[in-house]
């Protein structure tokens, strides 16, 4: 029998510990060198200004035609796999929306070429690869020709839990020369709290559910790719989707291994030596391509933008989490400089700190929100790759939201604080385009989404979930100087905008039958140029079985607007709204025939005449709503999608407005209180503007203004007062105030801003 010293002296350790020696067993596989192939594509970035150290683009100038064929092959290739991969999962996301990515690295992790789909992924990738060195994966397991890796942990660069990636490192004559990966939102990742997987209820990161990787998940069999058995079989028992899930994990790897085949056909047609050189020299023209945008579109500059995120914990996690049972207000501050050499550095100082909330952005979070949101209007192209990171530097301040330290705080959803800069970006390039005079290049980037999940078990004791994406797979495009926002008609982090079929979502939700998919009248924000019309999504829950609980997630139309302001006097972003209508008598009218309300306001004025009854109503102004019961009967109204506007509402053309009335999209009175047209209808319904009446009534409106205005002096000093007594009114803003001006620069840029003595205690 071997003794407690004998076993122990066969445990060796891999990581270079005290415990190894240089006779000890290893796992290394292939020598690859990945983190000397890091630390070489870094000095040369930073000795030369150029991705690998490309001064001349020798490839493409000695014959364009062929390097293009080359791009374009690489483009064929990813979209090639993930158009025919996606029809192995079951998921509507999937298959109906094509909500997948499949992407091409080099061993750095740089993306070369991404397919049409999750583009924002390009922004994970490359922190995989490097934290794949940063824990010693080269040593142990080791990395070798056949493996397949997996990972879905925000920590090691995936942007949240329910984004999983599966990826094979591709050799050539035992040589490294790319990765090639697919990735996808599944429906569920086993979040403790919130079905789904996309939680805005997550106090720590033991909520977070299954999360695994950087990890060997499987491996090539003769010619065949198998899955761990034990990695499908955690994924099954820890989701509560796991067929679903399983799915989209054989999916990704048949997009994958479909991608690998190809590329080395490429490799074959071109050779390994141009196949490599190429492929940087894709990613140093494009980033050229993106520097000489910043230089000729934009209006070189300093620009400072803010937004704020309520969170509301004190009463949901008061006896579960003590340590979250509190609300927050918090900071996200976005200072950009535009150089005239074509570099844009955002200064992230002065954002709120890290907390037992869902807010902490990780690097590959943080990456790969930013990109979702903002890649589409720098990019310009459907040939994506992550050459925009080395022209667009973000500055996180470590402990901020947006550079955590602590590994406690929960990761569930911190991609999307990356969006919300992402979307600050965008919408300072845009007004950075109106300042130099390309008004067709300026608009206002809206990159809003809402995903909800559930869970139940049906009346044979079967559990279910579900995570929905209707939402999330087109957007609002926002309006410009020139024109209005337009519903549902943008996918920012997807070139193919689509928010999928009905009928396929109620096959894998058969409890929630969808009664309307409209526009609302009335839900836009107000200017010279508005803000889309909002959408409505209303279900009716049938026959739920046990039980039944919804929780709803999403980006930009919380309770304070989040990043979506109006801007040169228009409204800001409509508040998304949630509400539950419980005990109604929805299913007596729909066996009756009868007429159902398509939206939250129509349940309204039926619920006034009479003819919609309803026991209780659950109200959630925003996005966010924790995990709801609801029964047999029960109304669910979503509506979101209300983009902001530009310019003021009463120098709107008064034929617009009347447009909007006649196809009733704003209503008669909206357009006299708000726009000051004065309209009147005939008996044919047929609506006509009154221009002088109009002309009175914007006059009015102006006059009002002024009479309710007051002087900004009077503001600023009423607020100073409050920070001179160290005491804000509102206690979240207060403690705002006091950690986020605990970042240097933050605190001189807001002491010098509201004057307070240096001795002044917030």
Not at 340 to 350: K, T
Not at 633 to 642: F, M, Q, T, V
Not at 684 to 691: F, K, L, R, S, Y
Not at 715 to 722: L, P, Q, T, Y
Request: proline share 5%; hydrophobic share 35%; aromatic share 10%.
């Amino acid at each position: 029998m071997s003794t407690t010293t004998e076993v122990n002296a066969t445990v060796q350790e891999s990581n270079g510990s005290a415990a190894s020696t240089s006779a000890a067993p290893s796992l290394k596989g292939a020598d690859i060198g990945l983190g000397r192939r890091i630390e070489e594509f870094d000095a040369a970035l930073e000795r030369t200004g150029h991705l690998y150290g490309l001064e001349r683009l020798e490839l493409m100038e000695e014959d364009p035609i062929k390097f293009d064929k080359f791009q374009w092959q690489l483009f064929a290739a990813v979209n090639s796999a993930r158009e025919t991969s996606k029809y192995v999962s079951g998921s509507p996301a999937a298959v109906g929306m094509a909500e997948l990515v499949d992407m091409l690295a080099l061993p750095e992790g740089e993306v070369v070429a991404a397919s049409a789909g999750l583009a924002g992924h390009i922004g994970s990738f490359p922190v995989i690869a490097r934290t794949m060195i940063e824990r010693g994966c080269e040593d142990n397991p080791g990395i070798r020709d056949g493996d397949i890796w997996g990972c879905n942990d925000s920590r090691a660069g995936c942007p949240h839990p329910t984004d999983m990636y599966t990826y094979l490192p591709v050799f050539h004559e035992g040589e490294l020369v790319c990765w090639v990966a697919g990735a996808n939102h599944v429906a569920d990742s086993g979040h403790s709290i919130c079905a789904g997987g996309v939680s805005m209820y997550s106090p720590t990161t033991y909520c977070d559910g299954f999360t695994y990787g950087p990890m060997k998940i499987g491996e090539r069999v003769g010619d065949v790719y198998v899955h761990h058995k034990p990695f499908l079989q955690m994924m099954d028992s820890r989701t509560r989707t796991g067929s679903l899930n399983i799915l989209d994990e054989k999916m990704r790897l048949t997009g994958a291994v479909m991608l690998r085949e190809r590329v080395l056909q490429i490799i074959d047609d071109f050779g390994v030596e141009y196949f490599t050189r190429a492929a940087r020299e894709v990613l140093e023209r494009e980033r050229r391509a993106i520097a000489g945008r910043f230089q000729d579109w934009m209006m070189p500059g300093t620009y400072r933008t803010m937004f704020f995120r309520p969170i509301q914990y004190r009463e949901l996690m008061a006896s579960l989490y003590p340590q979250s049972a509190k609300n927050w207000i918090t900071h996200h501050i976005h200072t950009m400089t535009i150089t005239p050499e074509g570099r844009c550095n955002v200064d992230l100082s002065g954002t709120s700190s890290q907390d037992y909330h869902w807010q902490n952005a990780f690097e590959g979070p943080f990456k790969m929100g930013v990109t979702f949101s903002s890649i589409g209007f720098i990019g310009r192209t459907p040939l994506v790759n992550t050459s925009m990171f080395h022209v667009i530097e973000h500055e996180r301040p470590p402990g901020s939201l947006v550079n955590p330290t602590r590994e406690d705080v929960s990761a569930a959803f911190g991609n999307a604080v990356g969006a919300m800069h992402g979307v600050l970006d965008a919408r300072t390039w845009g007004f950075s385009a109106f300042l130099r005079g390309f008004l067709e290049e300026s608009y206002l980037l809206e990159h809003d989404w809402e995903l909800f999940g559930g869970e139940g078990m049906g009346e044979q004791g079967n559990p279910w979930a579900i995570g929905d994406f209707t939402y999330e797979g087109a957007e609002p495009r926002g309006p410009s100087p020139w024109r209005d926002g337009e519903p549902m008609t943008l996918g920012a982090g997807n070139p193919e905008a689509d928010w999928g079929e009905v009928e396929e979502w109620e096959y894998v939700e058969p409890p929630l039958l969808v009664i309307s998919r409209s526009l609302i009248p009335d839900f836009c924000a107000h200017g010279r140029h508005r803000g889309a019309i909002g959408v409505a999504l209303t279900q009716m829950v049938c026959d739920p079985g046990a039980y039944l609980t919804i929780n709803d997630c999403g980006f930009a139309g919380s309770k304070m607007q989040a990043v979506s302001v109006g801007v040169c006097g228009g409204y800001p972003h409509i508040n998304s709204k949630t509400m539950f209508f419980h005990d109604t008598n929805a299913a007596e009218l729909a066996e009756k025939s009868a007429h159902l309300p398509a939206d939250f306001v129509e349940a309204r004025r039926m619920i006034e005449d009479g003819s919609l009854t309803v026991g209780r109503i659950s109200e959630f102004g925003g996005h966010e709503t924790p995990p709801t019961e609801v029964k047999h009967g029960d109304l669910i109204c979503r509506g979101h999608h209300a983009g902001s506007a530009w310019g003021d509402p009463i120098d709107r053309k008064i034929d617009l407005v009347l447009n909007d009335v006649q196809k009733r999209w704003i209503s008669a009175e909206i357009a006299k209180s708000i726009y000051g047209v004065v309209l009147s209808e005939d008996a044919e319904g047929v609506w006509h503007a009154d221009e002088d009446a109009t002309a009175r009534t914007r006059d009015e409106i102006r006059a009002s203004r002024k009479g309710r205005a007051k002087p900004a002096r009077e503001v600023w000093e009423e607020e100073r007062s409050w920070l001179l007594e160290g005491k804000h009114p509102a206690e979240e803003i207060h403690e705002m105030f006091q950690d986020t001006t605990s970042y240097e620069g933050w605190h001189d840029v807001f002491f010098g801003f509201w004057r307070l003595p240096a001795d002044t205690e917030l």
